[in-house]
């Protein structure tokens, strides 16, 4: 017998609604599976298909015999919460604007620990640096600043920022930002490379490390005018400190600016359960992090 997918007829705008739909385990396993496999179970070690399998927690290829779960792989690996309280976690998240602490989602979730309510934000940023994966293109405004945050002395950090400007209207579009040690031409041409779509044109400050005469695959145009992201750069310094209050490290940051990225990109997006399948794609279609390797984060160079 072939499993049914779930249908989704009407996306939960209130927490009573989400919680009256996904109002058990079973609802929610039959949710994760059509989204994880919507044309029926492929097995993740031999890709054998089984259109027949019913949902289920653990499942045991019938072709090869290689055992997984509906978690395994995903950024809820290992998990020993319920499926409803990770759905919740991502609905909350998504339905919500201007962005939470870890003491936000262990009040919301009723978590004993702060540990895992820490644990399982780090992760659903990962997520969200997953899912928000397309690069900036066409005409794109580049440039790096300082920020500072967080203890005193606050710490400072380098943070390199593309925004697109989408014309001839001249909004700023999809933005990107990246954690980097020092401003040079490598480290420019590193993010270029992961950010921005081969060929788009580049508005930049008239410094060294932004012109590269080897670098073919853009172009570049100096411009004394470079507001949009010293803006943004702003923007996510006084988010951080509003939000976060000093608890960040200087090593997660990455994490915090993927975030960022995640809520201002998605507002281009037509409605909350956009966004909210965005970041479940993210969330299984990423192998999950130990904590130890979590609190170890560093960020890019």
């Given amino acids: 017998m072939q499993a049914t997918p779930f249908i989704m007829e009407c996306f939960p705008k209130t927490l009573d609604e989400f919680r009256t739909l996904f109002h058990s385990e079973e609802i929610s396993l039959q949710f994760l599976f059509s989204k994880r496999w919507p044309n029926g179970f492929e097995c993740s070690y031999c890709n ?14 019938s072709h090869c015999g290689h055992p997984t779960s ?140 932004y012109l590269d005469n080897n670098r073919k695959n853009f172009i570049t145009i100096t411009s004394s005018s470079i507001y949009r992201t010293r803006d943004l750069l702003k923007s996510f310094e006084i988010w951080l400190n509003k939000v976060h209050r000093g608890g960040v490290a200087n090593k997660h940051l990455q994490l915090y600016l993927d975030e960022f990225c995640f809520r201002r990109n998605t507002e281009m997006l037509p409605d909350k359960e956009s966004i909210f399948n965005l970041l479940l794609a993210g969330v299984i279609s990423r192998k999950s992090f130990s904590y130890k390797s979590i609190i170890s984060k560093p960020n890019k160079e």
């Fill in 70 to 209: 509906i978690t395994t792989d995903t950024i809820m690996h290992g998990t020993k919460k319920p499926l409803s309280q990770w759905l919740m976690s991502i609905w909350w998240l998504t339905a919500t604007e201007g962005g939470h602490s870890a003491k936000d989602l262990q009040r919301f979730l009723k978590l004993s620990s702060y540990q895992t309510a820490w644990t399982w934000l780090q992760k659903l940023r990962m997520a969200m640096a997953v899912a928000d994966n397309k690069p900036c293109r066409e005409t794109v405004e580049l440039s790096s600043e300082n920020i500072f945050f967080g203890g005193v002395p606050p710490a400072k950090a380098t943070i390199l920022a593309a925004a697109e400007i989408i014309l001839p209207a001249g909004i700023t579009g999809r933005i990107k930002m990246d954690v980097i040690g020092n401003l040079t031409q490598e480290t420019v041409n590193t993010f270029l490379e992961n950010n921005l779509l081969s060929g788009s044109s580049l508005i930049v400050p008239n410094y060294e490390a």
């Fill in 48 to 61: 054998w298909e089984n259109k027949d399998q019913l949902p289920s927690k653990t499942m045991t290829c």
